[in-house]
């Protein structure tokens, strides 16, 4: 594979460095070091910001179960207090003059260096987060003999602290000692008591190291590893969730220490090759599974450079490639198995309280994290959703219940299914609200159990189906189906319902069976229907909405020739903001499929209907348009998507900006580009449907399509060459080709074969 690198020339740079809450209201945000600037590590248990910095080298660390509660505290400007920054880890070389200095984050290995020449010697730093043996590795090299001399600083919330008022049950305690080489933090955070503890080792080669307070301190070294760990007594379980006393829920949980501890043995058993070695093995067995070759354009401008050069409209194919491959390397150092899943900054924040509480927002965000897991052959990243989606079922179930027994009285019975609303964290979900209170209707768990029918589409993992993804669709069209009102001309319509987050002269604007809600309901009812039929699983209730589907109009054109967002409305935007960043009338065009090829007038209809909304939006917005262009088939406009992606959203490191960083943009992105190149939604491949003019000539290898297929394709002049398909799940084989091709085997423009488990299939035009 080509290598793909983002490099750089300068160091990150000072900004609002302490600054703990999140706020738009920062000075100095162009300038923020953090989110701007620092290149992302990650391991799925613990990320990693390294700054790359030559006097104080500083890395940020999170652990995603370190949280303090989801509280809305207008002092803070709406800001919530949710994930909280782990510790910060400085070296101090004072190194201030330098020259010849270069910082790297490799994409094909995952390591991140930083060089520079200082006092006439050559410094080397290189880091990785391994997940085989969860843990971050720093290893420091000059080419001079014994001329490593720096200390090593833990500082915990920038030394203060307390997040509020000492005592007010929000608080973080912090003890940090350095002993034997050794430097261990260690604390409370009140709300939850969370016990968290991190443990920094330093083995210097040649010199010495002293153990001083709170620091460690080397002195002449010819190289130095250090090796840090993180640990807390989060679990994620069903009765961390149901348990609705905050200081008990983790009360039966050991402290970490013995477990970080034996985190750092097993891993000073390694030397440093053989630690990166396991890390490269681990990491490269995902990242390698995907290529896209669009261009020959090398990369040497620095990454900084390039993206500014694009953005004064000089386009560089290689950094549309890098930005693709960098979502697939973000989501395989943020979300592994045995780790949480990734949130909305994915596993790094620096804030005391970060944005939107760095939760799991479930009316696009966090489903749109794991959009590229299954198209970019990542499937694996998506285990600690289902995982999480385990262990908050049963509240879910209860919060259904509870709602249908208030608001659907007459519905109430011992099957209430389950009930997802739009805020999730580690701890706690939220409850569905209040009829014509909340911003985002009943659609909203149905946008999540799509991602586990997508995770069995791709995967056909049918053990899976059997014990997790049949019963969550089951039970979501439970819920939903309780929810839904008969009308005199017999439709069925969501009673309570809303577009989320759609404003209506200045409030949420609350409405009955608007387009999001009635296609996720769709949608949910037609996963649930195959599912049984796959399973054979046939009862009264299969029967019921096998009926119901037909009256649930999911789809309606209006005046305007656009997609209708709510049935009253008449023209375009008439209701509502109509250049909102949602757009959730398209949502049975991506990630649903009710709108596609076989429906024509609908998918002229939500072309116009993008054209209407406009592509200038949020990060996570204009990827969702780009998802959206591309399943119109219309390449050239998909393409316009990503270059206002990189344009508009994209952050010298290559974070996406919602503002602020939000990772949602960034896999988006990727899964919007894939998209692009493959589809799989209409019941068989699509190889190069939505290909724009930029890249008429090119090839991809191993992107996932649904039915268990690994698919690679060669194609020249907008025309394909070669197509290479291996079948996992010994499925028919229907690929769509079009009209372009004249053979014996294509046939109304399709190809069609039946396969074998684990053989390849080759077509050459
Ligand atoms: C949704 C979006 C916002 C933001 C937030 C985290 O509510 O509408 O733009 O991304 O999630």
Redesign the pocket.
């Known amino acids: 594979m080509k290598k793909y690198e983002l490099w750089y020339k300068k160091e990150a740079p000072y900004g609002n460095e302490n600054v703990c809450m999140h706020t738009r209201k920062v000075k100095n945000r162009s300038n923020d070091g953090w989110e701007k600037w620092s290149l992302p590590l990650g391991n799925g248990y613990m990320g990693i910001n390294v700054f790359g910095r030559t006097s104080t080298e500083r890395f940020q660390i999170t652990e995603n179960s370190l949280c303090n509660p989801y509280a809305k505290n207008s002092k803070f400007q709406g800001c919530a207090a949710g994930l909280s920054n782990f510790c910060d880890i400085y070296l101090n070389f004072n190194h201030n003059k330098v020259s010849n200095y270069k910082r790297t984050l490799n994409l094909n290995t995952g390591i991140c260096t930083t060089e520079y020449n200082c006092n006439e010697t050559l410094y080397k730093r290189e880091h990785f987060a391994s997940y085989p043996d969860k843990v971050f590795v720093t290893h420091l090299t000059a080419n001079k003999k014994g001329t490593l001399t720096f200390n090593i600083k833990l500082k915990v919330s920038h030394n203060r602290p307390y997040l509020y008022e000492e005592g007010d049950g929000y608080g973080k305690s912090a003890e940090i000692l350095a002993k034997d080489g050794v430097v261990t933090v260690k604390g409370k955070m009140d709300y939850y008591g969370i016990l968290y503890e991190g443990q920094l080792v330093a083995i210097p080669s040649g010199g010495s190291i002293i153990s001083k307070n709170d620091s460690l301190e080397v002195t002449d070294a010819d190289s130095v590893i250090i090796i840090f760990a993180v640990g807390t007594n989060y679990k994620m379980e069903s009765r961390v969730f149901l348990e609705e006393n905050n200081s008990k829920k983790l009360e039966s949980y050991p402290h970490p220490h013995n477990k970080v501890q034996k985190i750092i043995d097993d891993a000073k058993k390694y030397s440093y090759e053989e630690l990166k070695n396991r890390h490269i093995q681990d990491y490269s067995s995902l990242f390698d599974r995907v290529s896209v070759d669009l261009t020959n354009e090398g990369n040497s401008l620095p990454t900084d450079k390039l993206l500014k050069k694009y953005k004064w409209r000089k386009r560089s194919t290689y950094l549309e490639e890098l930005l693709f491959q960098y979502g697939r390397y973000l989501l395989i150092s943020s979300s592994r198995s045995g780790g949480y899943p990734a949130n909305?900054q994915g596993i790094w924040n620096r804030y005391d309280s970060s944005?939107?509480s760095a939760?799991y927002?479930h009316?696009?965000?966090v489903q749109m994290n794991y959009w590229p897991a299954f198209n970019t052959n990542l499937a694996e990243t998506f285990i600690p959703y289902i995982d999480y989606f385990k262990a908050y079922k049963k509240l879910a179930e209860n919060h259904a219940s509870e709602y249908i027994k208030e608001h659907f009285p007459e519905k109430y019975d011992d099957d209430n299914g389950m009930g997802i609303a739009?805020g999730g964290w580690l701890y706690t979900i939220e409850k569905l609200p209040a009829p014509n209170t909340g911003?985002?209707g009943a659609g909203t768990g149905a946008f999540t159990t799509k991602l586990l029918d997508d995770y069995f589409e791709f995967t056909r993992d049918k053990k899976f189906l059997e014990e997790t993804g049949y019963e969550a669709n089951r039970a979501m069209a439970v819920f939903l189906s309780k929810t839904l009102e008969k009308q005199e001309d017999g439709k069925l319509l969501t009673k309570y319902s809303s577009s989320?987050?759609q404003i209506h002269k200045d409030e949420y604007y609350h409405t009955k069976g608007c387009a999001f809600d009635q296609q996720m309901v769709y949608q949910c009812y037609a996963d649930t229907i195959k599912a049984a039929e796959i399973l054979e699983k046939q009862d009264d209730f299969i029967k019921k909405i096998k009926d119901d589907i037909k009256m649930l109009d999911p789809v309606q054109a209006g005046n305007s020739g656009q997609i209708k967002e709510f049935r009253e409305e008449k023209k375009y935007g008439e209701i509502g903001d109509p250049k909102h960043?949602?757009i959730s009338q398209l949502v049975g065009l991506y990630p649903g499929n009710i709108i596609n090829r076989n429906t024509h007038e609908w998918l002229q209809a939500a072309q116009v209907t993008l054209n209407k909304r406009g592509d200038k939006s949020?990060g996570?917005?204009t990827a969702h348009k780009l998802n959206l262009w591309a399943r119109t088939k219309n390449g050239n406009r998909a393409y316009d998507l990503v270059k206002t992606a990189i344009s508009k959203c994209i952050m010298p490191n290559l974070w996406d900006a919602?503002p602020p960083f939000?990772i949602?943009g960034n896999f988006g992105f990727t899964a919007g580009v894939a998209e692009m190149l493959l589809q799989s939604h209409e019941g068989y491949i699509h190889i190069i449907p939505a290909l724009p003019d930029e890249w008429s000539t090119g090839s991809f290898k191993g992107l996932t399509a649904r039915g268990g297929f690994v698919v690679s394709a060669e194609w020249q002049d907008m025309k394909l060459k070669n197509i290479e398909i291996t079948s996992h799940a010994g499925e028919n084989l229907k690929i769509f080709v079009g009209d372009k091709y004249n053979s014996a085997f294509v046939k109304n423009g399709f190809i069609e074969i039946p396969t074998s488990k684990n053989e390849k299939y080759y077509f050459h035009f």
Request: aromatic share 14%; glycine share 4%.
């Open positions: 909305l944005p939107w939760g927002w009316n696009i965000n739009t911003h985002s989320p987050e960043r949602h949020t996570w917005s919602h939000q949602d």
